[in-house]
């Protein structure tokens, strides 16, 4: 052991166990070129990386906080009606649309340009440590973090060669040289660690593709009735670059029924435990060939290339209007919107149609709550619902006449009364309401005519959803978990053996290794190695080896050969 | 999916009995710990080294003649070695492991008990306390599910019993596989008293079947990851927060002080095991875990896919699970970099605990979202 080289080659070698790049703090050169080298050497540090990362995940949480566009539009509407001060500050910051936002979309996107630089170069790096050999042995083997040696009586050779086979049959990539040999194992450390950030890419390309090529309508179906895919039936719809309204997958289907199970008991009573639409739909253009089936929450629906999802359910009051001479104005069922958990349900019932009353074209609007299981009486409670079921339905109605203004030109709300051109009915100077059990009549006041409660009907709303990448996205989130496995969990070791004849006629027997500091299991395989060896190379027993041989030598060991993953 | 019959009461009212006695016998647990760790400051402190030592000479004698034995030195971060001396016996192929270490700095403390003859005996009745906690638990999780025929995590209550059972479990295993962790055993019976507390008179619902957003096999998978994935985190939070107390205490004493932080015992301190060894222990299980949250994550996102349409909506459910996720990837990205390694990290694995835990309740009770359902009551 009268090797003479120094530490930096050892440290060297350490250096190479990991491809991680190198980090420079110092300022570039000069001029334009030697800014840009250095802002990229920056960009691609693992120090502003990991800023990146952070600032990610701080710019994060105001979404989380604050109500989004994306999520809920309506709410974003109400919170803005309630802070009008700071409002103006906050759309200027984009904080009603965090995840699409300029600052957002920037940080993702410059941690994404550094790890391309980071990882491509680092995959080369990889590339060329799988074609060459396992590095040599360094010169002083006592400087590793993992040491054991003996004196033998066999021959140096020898001891080498199997040596070598020992590692082979381990698994490990073994070269045999120069009096040495040279193994590593747990390449697919580094396998997984580049895995895992390529797959990052592709999450990032699903996400992409799906914003660019993706569609979502929304649609009320009340029982008995059907839809087809077609811009102008959708309630509305979202759509993106390269999915309009005019590329709707073609496909339809009516809903025949709908279940609605409620807990009957206990303090969740109320509480919802299975909905279920039962619809038969067709695709293409032909809606004769029609194939059942249900959709639940949960369990969408794929029809002709779009998913379709159980979103919401309610009721619709089947209600007929007449006039005073018993001319039906309007008969059928209206979705009424659910405004608690006991389904009390809000909504209008706007007659057209009406005609003529008195000579003057006139037109009705019937403003009404429904209630699935009324209250007995309302005079604390206001008209609510006890029960989502329908136990006691009740329709709860006061009465418009006048100028519905549907004909206005701006788009009107169907659950709301625009009452600015209508008086309501009253009786005695009160505003006339009634409470109606199915099959009830009433006769409205100043002779305009009855409404009669036929009886209800559910409804239920779905959303229609085309949205490709998602076999990409998922792809990539199942590579990036196995990547992580494979970069978390396999060490990449070096184990070096080295046998050589002493002046004294002994061979001397060294086992090194090197490992990254977290494996404490390094140690245990090299001892299992070094006694596996000893088959060939039996110790000699006058001895406590290894330290009498260069005790002053001893470990001032690289302890930083982790120091970059 | 079917409705389920309904309620089993008398199983419900079983597991509800079960739950109060296990976090009794935990109560019990803790203060046998805290026994422990008064008792064990009178005791000595710190011979192990020697003590090991011993004992590998004594195996080294005791080896038959031609029998394999190696000795490897391994060099520790702070510049100290160990040494691990590894026997074969020529006929049998047994081996036996022993190790010895050589430097004062990094050695590990004696555990809560020091030498104390009293305290090792708190010591061993806390764990037994603990075991038999944990099967009074896991019976009042089981018969908790049994009552309504499904998996019992559908609300805060269950899903708090199911984390704080994971804890100790996990506490469990590392005790059974041989690691030296009974230290860990007051930070987690505090824990366990505290959350199962939370849970039985803030966060408590009858037993009930679940809304339909729930009735999916997703439940199973994305629920029990999250639930695996807190238990890990809070013991890997624990040894973090030992660690940086460690680390301080070391820095202190290096500064000629006689006290642990905040003036605290010094000898609560050296029976800690090393600074390193905690450091350790705690990256090898967020190491471990962050994989699985990463699973939690996309099990989720799919099932949003297939009851929302949309895998990722930015819910705040999912902004902060994605937050969670980023500052344990910066922790472990700053393990293994230079400058960013030790402390600093060690700060990021508390801010992505403190991320979890805002997660859960924070989200839970202060925020809402599409992950509503889980909310209290």
């Not at chain 1, 691609?44 to 989380?64: E, Q």
């Not at chain 1, 390309?205 to 039936?233: C, D, H, P, R």
């Not at chain 1, 009051?317 to 809000?346: C, E, H, I, M, W």
């Amino acid at each position: 052991m009268s090797d003479t080289r120094t530490r930096p080659e050892d440290e060297l070698s350490a250096e190479r166990l990991s491809s991680a790049p190198t980090e420079s703090d110092s300022p570039a050169g000069i001029g334009v070129l030697g800014w840009l080298r250095w802002t990229w050497r920056q960009l691609t540090s693992m120090r502003v990386a990991l800023i990146l990362l952070f600032l990610l995940s701080v710019a994060a949480i105001p979404g989380s906080l604050i109500p989004q566009n994306s999520q809920n539009s309506f709410k974003v509407e109400t919170w803005k009606a309630a802070h009008k001060g700071i409002t103006p500050v906050y759309e200027k910051l984009q904080l009603f649309d965090v995840y699409s936002s300029v600052w957002f979309s920037a940080i993702y996107l410059l941690l994404f340009i550094s790890l391309a630089g980071c990882i491509i170069p680092r995959t080369w790096q990889f590339v060329g440590v799988l074609r060459a050999q396992p590095p040599a042995a360094p010169g002083n083997l006592t400087r590793m973090p993992v040491y054991a040696a003996w004196h033998s009586a066999a021959d140096a050779k020898a001891v080498n060669a199997a040596a070598y086979q020992h590692l082979k049959r381990r698994g490990f990539r073994a070269n045999l040289g120069n009096g040495a040999v040279a193994s590593e194992k747990g390449y697919l450390r580094e396998v997984g660690n580049l895995l895992f950030h390529f797959s990052l890419f592709a999450l990032v390309a699903g996400f992409g593709w799906a914003g660019l090529a993706s569609g979502q309508g929304g649609k009320l179906v009340i029982e008995g009735q059907g839809y087809s895919n077609t811009t102008t039936q959708l309630d509305d719809f979202t759509g993106s670059a390269l999915y309009t309204s005019e590329d709707l997958d073609s496909f339809g289907f009516k809903l025949d029924g709908f279940t609605a199970k409620y807990q009957t008991s206990g303090d969740q009573m109320g509480s919802a435990r299975q909905f279920t639409a039962h619809i038969r739909y067709w695709t293409g253009d032909d809606n004769t060939k029609l194939t059942k089936g249900d959709i639940e929450v949960n369990h969408p629906l794929e029809i002709g290339g779009s998913k379709v999802f159980l979103i919401g359910h309610g009721y619709a009051p089947v209600v007929t209007v007449r006039k005073a001479d018993g001319t039906k104005v309007y008969s059928g069922p209206t979705a009424f919107l659910p405004q608690d958990g006991n389904l009390t349900s809000t909504g209008v019932i706007k007659v057209n149609d009406y005609g003529e009353k008195d000579g003057a074209k006139t037109q009705l609007g019937l403003n009404g709550f429904f209630l699935p299981t009324a209250a007995p009486n309302f005079e604390k409670t206001g008209p609510v619902s006890l029960f989502p079921d329908t136990a006691d339905p009740a329709l709860v109605l006061s009465a418009w006449a006048g100028d519905l203004r549907t004909n206005a030109g701006t788009p009107q709300n169907v659950y709301q009364l625009d009452t600015k051109g209508m008086t309501q009915l009253k009786v005695n100077g009160q505003p006339a309401i009634v409470k109606l059990k199915p099959g009830q009549g009433w006769t409205l006041p100043d002779n305009y005519g009855s409404v009669t409660f036929e009886g209800y009907q559910q409804w239920a709303s779905f959303t229609v959803s085309h949205r490709p990448g998602n076999a990409v996205a998922l792809t990539g989130a199942v590579c990036g978990i196995l990547g992580l496995i494979g970069s978390l969990f396999v060490q990449r070791r070096r184990i070096w053996v080295r046998a050589t004849a002493t002046a004294d006629g002994r061979t001397l027997v060294e086992v090194a290794g090197l490992a990254r500091s977290e494996s404490a299991k390094i140690a245990e395989e090299l001892a299992e190695i070094a006694v596996d060896l000893q088959d060939e190379a039996p110790a000699l027993d006058d001895e406590a080896p290894a330290f009498d041989e260069a005790p002053e030598d001893k470990p001032e060991h690289p302890a930083d050969q982790d120091s970059k993953e | 999916m079917p409705l389920a019959a309904g309620v089993d009461l008398q199983l419900a009212d079983l597991s509800n009995k079960l739950i109060y006695a296990a976090m009794a016998v935990y109560l019990l647990a803790m203060f046998a710990h805290i026994f422990e760790w008064t008792f064990g400051s009178k005791g000595a402190v710190a011979v192990r080294s020697t003590e090991q030592a011993t004992l590998a000479e004594t195996v080294a004698a005791t080896a038959p003649q031609g029998a394999k034995k190696v000795t490897v030195t391994v060099a520790s971060a702070g510049g100290g070695t160990t040494t691990l001396t590894r026997t074969a016996l020529a006929d049998a192929g047994a081996t036996v492991v022993t190790s010895g270490r050589g430097d004062e700095d990094q050695v590990d403390g004696l555990g809560a008990a020091g030498t104390s003859e009293k305290g090792d005996l708190a010591g061993r009745i806390a764990i037994s306390l603990t075991v038999l906690g944990a099967l009074l638990h896991i019976g009042g999780v089981l018969t908790r599910g049994l009552s309504v025929e499904r998996w019992p995590w559908g609300n805060m209550y269950e899903f708090s019993c199911a984390f704080a059972l994971t804890t100790v479990l996990a506490y469990l295993g590392l005790l059974v596989s041989g690691k030296k962790v009974r230290w860990l055993g007051l930070p987690v019976t505090v824990a366990v008293v505290l959350t199962l507390g939370l849970a039985v008179s803030v966060l408590y619902t009858e037993s009930e079947q679940l809304v339909p957003a729930l009735h999916s096999y997703w439940l199973a998978i994305h629920v029990s990851a999250a639930i695996m994935c807190g238990g890990a985190f809070y013991a890997a939070f624990a040894a973090t927060a030992l660690y940086l107390g460690k680390d301080w205490y070391d820095r202190r004493m290096a500064e000629g002080l006689t006290t642990g932080p905040f003036g605290t015992s010094a000898s609560i301190w050296q029976r800690l095991p090393a600074a390193s060894t905690l450091d350790k222990l705690s990256y090898r299980i967020n190491a471990l875990v962050f994989p699985l949250w990463t699973f939690t994550i996309i099990a989720g996102a799919i099932w949003a896919e297939a009851a929302w349409g949309k895998y990722w909506e930015w819910d705040p459910k999912e902004t902060w699970s994605f937050i969670t996720w980023v500052v344990y990837a910066c922790y472990l990205h700053a393990r293994a970099t230079a400058g960013w390694k030790g402390r600093k990290a060690a700060y990021l694995a508390l801010l992505a605990f403190a991320c979890f835990l805002f997660n859960y309740y924070g989200v839970n009770i202060f925020v809402t979202g599409k992950h509503s359902y889980a909310g209290v009551g």
